[in-house]
């Protein structure tokens, strides 16, 4: 039994105010035709298809392009389950209709205990859900955590499993010990969202999604694909790839990562501006990567990142290395982290995260009179 | 061959601050029901399915779980399409997949030409589309009004209508000599949204949504079949039904309405308070339909909407016959009508047609500050 693990493809995603889904087409296009070569029987996708509960229409047409080229095209399961950026009543809306060409899509957390039986092996596709959910579901109090709900969903699954068969549990989960990146939305703080890799011993092989890259967790049976792409500059120095898994009817496992080389990759550079802009550095790069800029001058600089873009376009973000003059530093980042932000960068940072419109002079003096009133306690509300 | 036309479901339709999902899914069940005793061949939806581009979630699941009851239990094929209120792509995801039962969901311009056979009748799918997508679509700079799309649209389909077999045509227009009622938003004005109904010659039935009674347009063979449910006091006295149609090979028709009823009623009443809270007056009513009430008192009366309530729970909206003084003018709405309400008033309608929230007196102070700001143009955006 041969199959595919990936996850968190996050389509509609939005970073520094780039949406990427030409960047996600592109890369799924090469997941499509590595599949074409590797002619697995099935491919799973643990959670987070897209990056938002109401994705951009552009997003729903690429994952229904892509699901359909697989599954339709060419005829390979899907089993795919909802995670916590997911909406999981929109994206598993029309399940029921899917499953007759084998594709699943779960987001329903009492479809979770009946396996999908492809080619000798149990699939238990299990959707993100909140502790919440699950102590509603199993009218059970004592369950608070994650942890809980994670043990206790497969405590259900366990009561009618069958060891003899090859068992894979598809989730998504922050499993204790990963390593979180800038991208993973922190869902809770101090450990409360994590759940013990102890509860997938009874599976052969546990395919994970949430966290966005497989060193994340170094475990022989639970594991994550990492996601499609690089979706912030923590993951610069990740190599994104997807799991092949060929399984023996024993439960043991031969493990094959491959590589999803994007259009334009996301790096980090330093250095001088003026070497920056020196043609003997940058011709030999690929300039049109999305870079995160970190300069090493100090002084005043005029208007650096645009005379960055003119050679690199996709400058995503600029950071100086020393703490700037106030005139200046409202333009920029410093690198002494969020607690030293003013409430206006703070929220110019959160504006270029969420937008792609620019923030003009307008809009910032809009915002530091408001802010302003608010320190005043002016606003009503 | 026989059908069922049903037309503007509007699921996640929101009246006067009330979520409708359940007074839906309590006529949809009946309209289950009336398809297990009709046994058609086939359901037609002609468009807005939902009530906006993004529907809450019970939307998403009602309407999962009415065109499963229809399509997967009963084995009824469905014909629907997306009006001006869906979103075309988010509506129609996964209709690939939904085919092989025959449930067709259309929100593709191009997909409207080739018909889908059902028992010798040929159903064209055409959604709404704005005609600068129609222009778009077949590179023709003369398109310009919803009526140019449409001649154009039929013109294609005319290509390779069999003008031998039954031909039934499935859109979502403003056809000509319609009347409008206060829930079909304005599309356009002064008559460019206009469709003639000419157009529709060449087609043995066409299935009509987007005007909310059939009685909005008298045409032996071009017909709206209503919408669901009242979704507006000016839809007071229609009578909510669905279309039976059994048509003859040669393209002739018999036509059956039958009346969906819903569990509580949209009506309105009048009269002065005291007569109105007399069980004399409303022992014999059904006192928990959706009203509108309007007071023919004078002078003031102390918090009428709440004595109105105590015995009308469900008081959408209540006017007065006579103009008040300033005073209690801001909580009520005038029969003047539109153009003579203040921006706050205005405001306060909007807030009320699309929240479920209270209008605080903190909300009125700060949006009344706003406005005021605005008139002395001290906002710079």
Sequence with gaps: MKFIHTADWHLGKLVHGVYMTEEQRYVLNQFVQLIEEEKPEAIIIAGDLYDRSVPPTEAVSLLEEMLFKINVELKVPILAISGNHDSAERLSFGSSWYKHSKLYINGKIEESFKPIHINGANFYLVPYAEPGIIREFFQDSSISSHDDAMKRIVSEIEDSLNPNEPNIFVGHAFVFGGKTSDSERTLSVGGSGCV??????????????????????????????????????????????????????????????????????????????????????????????????????????????????????????????????????????????????????????????????????????????????????????
Tied chains: 1, 2.
């Design 196 to 381: 013990s890799v102890e509860h997938f011993s009874p599976f052969s092989y546990t395919a994970l999604g949430h966290l966005h890259s497989p060193e994340a967790l170094k475990h022989e049976k639970v594991r994550y694909s990492g996601s499609l792409l690089k979706y912030s500059f923590s993951e610069a120095n990740h190599q994104k790839s997807v799991s092949i898994i060929e399984l023996n009817s024993d439960g043991s496992y031969v493990l094959k990562e491959r590589t999803l080389v994007p259009q334009k990759d996301m790096r980090e550079i330093s250095g001088y501006l003026e070497e920056l802009l020196d043609p003997s550095v940058y011709q030999y790069q690929k300039v049109d990567d999305y870079l995160k800029v970190t300069l090493l001058d100090e002084g005043a600089i005029i208007d650096p990142i645009n005379k960055l873009r003119q050679i690199y376009p996709n400058v995503m973000h600029m950071e100086r290395r020393i703490e700037l003059s106030d005139l200046r530093k409202k333009h920029t980042i410093t690198q002494s982290g969020f607690e030293r932000k003013s409430e206006l960068d703070l929220f110019y940072d959160f504006y270029q995260e969420m937008t792609t419109s620019e923030f003009t002079e307008d809009k910032r003096r809009l915002m530091a009179q408001m802010i302003d009133d608010v320190k005043k306690g002016m606003v009503l509300v």
